[in-house]
Nanobody, 122 residues
């Protein structure tokens, strides 16, 4: 069973930046696609962005496109979510997850991290 640990969340002012990290307990490069999701209070978990197994392609939700970037460090079994120009509506618990076949549907993901809180103040 693959374990995922997120870190890097915190409190930031609107317009600021944060970088989230997701460290896997085993090699994920070429094995798993990885996705980032978020869940705000009272809302469903939503897709934020993802990266393919090879790391050669990424996809983002429209709400974060142009502001968030996903990249992976294969040597460290780590995937990052760089978040710039943060907005109060980005406030949520952020989760990373892995799947054998990339999808924007959280139900397709097999393993999840515990989540990290991101709070953006106005």
């Amino acid at each position: 069973q693959v374990q995922l640990v997120e870190s890097g969340g915190g409190l930031v002012q609107a317009g600021g930046s944060l970088r989230l990290s997701c460290v896997a307990s085993e090699r994920t490069n070429s094995r798993y696609a990885m996705g980032w999701f978020r869940q705000a209070p009272g809302k469903e978990r939503e897709f934020v962005g993802g990266i393919s197994r090879s790391g050669g392609s990424t996809a983002y939700a429209d709400s974060v496109k142009g502001r968030f970037t996903i990249f992976r460090d294969s040597a460290q079994n780590t995937v990052y979510l760089q978040m710039n120009s943060l907005k109060p509506e980005d406030t949520a618990v952020y989760y990373c997850a892995i799947t054998s076949t990339f999808s924007t549907n959280p139900a397709a993901y097999d393993y999840w991290g515990q989540g990290t809180q991101v709070t953006v103040s106005s």
